[in-house]
T-cell receptor, first 115, second 111 residues
Framework: EPEVTQTPSHQVTQMGQEVILRCVPISNHLYFYWYRQILGQKVEFLVSFYNNEISEKSEIFDDQFSVERPDGSNFTLKIRSTKLEDSAMYFC?????????????FGQGTRLTVV | GQNIDQPTEMTATEGAIVQINCTYQTSGFNGLFWYQQHAGEAPTFLSYNVLDGLEEKGRFSSFLSRSKGYSYLLLKELQMKDSASYLCAVGLSYNTDKLIFGTGTRLQVFP
């Protein structure tokens, strides 16, 4: 069964450092997303990406965040200068389309710990 | 603002039926989703409702009333492995399908 894969599964970084979280969406999917979940809290939307550009972003997704699809398979989330409050589980998701085909498949997540 | 409410915790016994309710008030609506999330794992898709009524999928059913801003997830013949968090989420935008999640309902199934 096709799945969304994320690497690394865990990342520990020092405050102020840059991190890049990587995702390989399902190959025929066109819509890509990043969500995060702070421990014990709800899943929060960060950004959606379609046709090689950001289609929507949340208030959380400030100038420290960026996304990129550097090639035909990878989808990355970069945090330029990490803060302690960026510690969370980051989920990548992808969907084939919108409307009735818009079941979003989530990756297993990257647990980011900022120390 | 976006508001999605669901109970924080529920308990049930193996073999029983449980109903998890969700109410929502959102600026847009492009469907209501239920996801299952085991601790430390990714959310996995359970169901999607965009029209009023009941959608049945094996042991799981989901109901939607758009006029009431209300949905429920019904789990039948509960098994121990159903112990997980159940996340209610609203798709907000037709163009992007971003999901706004509720805080989730942690279900514990006891033998």
């Amino acid at each position: 069964e096709p799945e969304v894969t994320q690497t690394p599964s865990h990342q520990v970084t020092q405050m102020g450092q840059e991190v890049i979280l990587r995702c390989v969406p399902i190959s025929n999917h066109l819509y890509f997303y990043w969500y995060r979940q702070i421990l014990g809290q709800k899943v929060e939307f960060l950004v959606s990406f379609y046709n090689n550009e950001i289609s929507e972003k949340s208030e959380i997704f400030d100038d420290q965040f960026s996304v990129e699809r550097p090639d035909g398979s990878n989808f990355t989330l970069k945090i330029r200068s990490t803060k302690l409050e960026d510690s969370a589980m980051y989920f990548c998701a992808s969907s084939e389309g919108v409307g009735l085909t818009n079941e979003a498949f989530f990756g297993q997540g990257t647990r980011l710990t900022v120390v | 603002g976006q508001n999605i409410d669901q109970p924080t915790e529920m308990t049930a016994t193996e073999g029983a039926i449980v109903q998890i309710n969700c109410t929502y008030q959102t600026s847009g609506f492009n469907g209501l989703f239920w996801y299952q999330q085991h601790a430390g794992e990714a959310p996995t898709f359970l169901s999607y409702n965009v029209l009023d009524g009941l959608e049945e999928k094996g042991r799981f059913s989901s109901f939607l009333s758009r006029s009431k801003g209300y949905s429920y997830l019904l789990l039948k013949e509960l098994q121990m492995k159903d112990s997980a968090s159940y996340l209610c989420a609203v798709g907000l935008s037709y163009n992007t399908d971003k999901l706004i999640f509720g805080t989730g309902t942690r279900l514990q199934v006891f033998p």
